[in-house]
């Protein structure tokens, strides 16, 4: 064990003497997280969603004026005319409104579709537009019945009954609903889980290499130490690089995007301290197969993005087709994202993820048992 420890640390100092490691291991982790998780912000957070929609009022009496202010009291997403063109639905409010309730006539609000925009999107929209015209018609049934005297529903009486305190008060929220993972929220885990992927591989693999060649791994088998020893003392160092990156991350997913991971902390580290090893034992593996570092660094960063496209670390899975959340259970990066998501996102606890828990060991030993099988000095 002694020896596993010390190579391991070893190797460990050495990663972290090359400048170029803290560059990969943190600046450009850190600035495509705040890319992604910026582009992938939605106009609310993923419990309580605010769909764009755009509101044409043509209306100037005061009653236009009351529905816009009970629209916006409904957790709209109110864009301006300008940018028309990012809006879910649009709503119209016709020149004759008021006039129309005034005189006791119906009046219609016209709602809207857009080409290309979301039926998720709409029902949210239609449902708070619905609640707004009923709380207005609150309103107005309330003026009605104060009153027996004409021109009852005048602006400062409607202003005075919004003004009382309502009696009751209504709280709904969504009620078991998983969102598509969104923001902060999903670029912290696709990316942690992409770069541990991408560094590990590179990592090792070019550090195997490139001891092979230069004869190091050669002088280690002429001391008392056994293969195995090797290849899980190269294991253990690169688990101990990708926990650097890991303790950072998760310091900077907290404080910086404010990613709330509550009392699943845990359970998070222990994730993805799996999928490092996971990660550690192919870049052994990649090594101990192909001599030329230079090829072992090209082919580790194809591989690298290609599972993190795949597994889901680019754009969530939700919005994909089918066969992509199948194809992603083929790879140890689509479980691990899996794994993350329903800890961080959705806030399961550990028994959520076993199942991915033990894929990913099942991944892990079969990339040791291959890396002990192949490697060579």
């Known amino acids: 064990m002694k020896r596993i420890l010390d190579i391991g640390h070893t190797d460990l100092r050495l990663f972290l003497k090359h400048p170029s490691a803290f560059i990969w291991l943190f600046l450009v982790p850190f600035g495509f997280m705040y890319i992604m998780g910026a582009a992938n912000s939605g106009p609310g957070d993923p419990y309580n969603r ?152 590179i990592f090792g693999g070019s550090t195997v290499a ?24 190269k294991i253990y160092g690169l688990m101990l690089l990708g926990a650097v990156q890991i303790v950072f991350f998760l310091t900077v997913g907290k404080f910086i995007f404010h990613v709330s991971l ?30 030329a570092p230079d090829r072992v660094s090209g082919l580790c960063v194809m591989a690298s993005l290609l599972m993190a496209a795949i597994g889901g670390c680019w754009w969530p899975l939700e919005i994909g087709p089918p066969l992509m959340k199948t194809l992603s259970l083929c790879l140890p990066t689509g479980w691990a994202l899996q794994a993350l998501h329903q800890l961080i ?9 076993a199942v991915p828990l033990a894929v990913l060991v099942g991944f892990g030993l079969a990339a040791n048992a291959l890396a002990a099988r192949f490697f060579k000095s």
């Open 50 to 201: 605010k769909p764009p929609v755009l509101i044409e009022n043509a209306d100037t009496n005061f009653l236009g004026r009351m529905l816009l202010s009970e629209l916006s009291a409904q957790n709209m997403g109110l864009l301006d005319p300008t940018n028309r063109e990012s809006a879910a639905r649009v709503i119209q409010i016709p020149a004759d409104f008021s006039e129309n309730i005034l005189a006791l006539k119906q009046s219609k609000v016209k709602f809207r579709k857009r080409d290309g925009s979301a039926e998720s999107d709409a029902a949210l929209i239609q449902i708070r537009l619905v609640r707004a015209l009923v709380a207005m018609n609150s309103h107005l049934l309330e003026a009605g019945t104060d009153t027996n005297s004409p021109g009852i529903f005048t602006e400062s009486k409607l202003h005075a009954i919004l003004a009382e305190t309502n009696p009751v008060s209504l709280h709904t929220r969504f009620a078991g609903r998983k969102p598509v993972p969104s923001g902060f929220y999903f670029s912290l885990p696709g990316n942690l889980v992409m770069f541990l992927m991408m560094n590990l591989l």
């Open 210 to 233: 490139a001891e092979r060649r230069n004869g190091v791994i050669r002088r280690l088998m002429v001391m008392p130490v056994r293969r195995g020893e090797i290849v899980a003392g």
């Open 262 to 291: 509550g009392a699943n902390l845990p359970a998070v580290a222990l994730v993805l301290l799996v999928f490092a090893w996971v990660a550690g034992s192919f870049g052994v593996l990649v090594g101990s197969i192909i001599a």
């Open 345 to 353: 996102s959705f806030g399961a606890d550990l028994s959520a993820v």
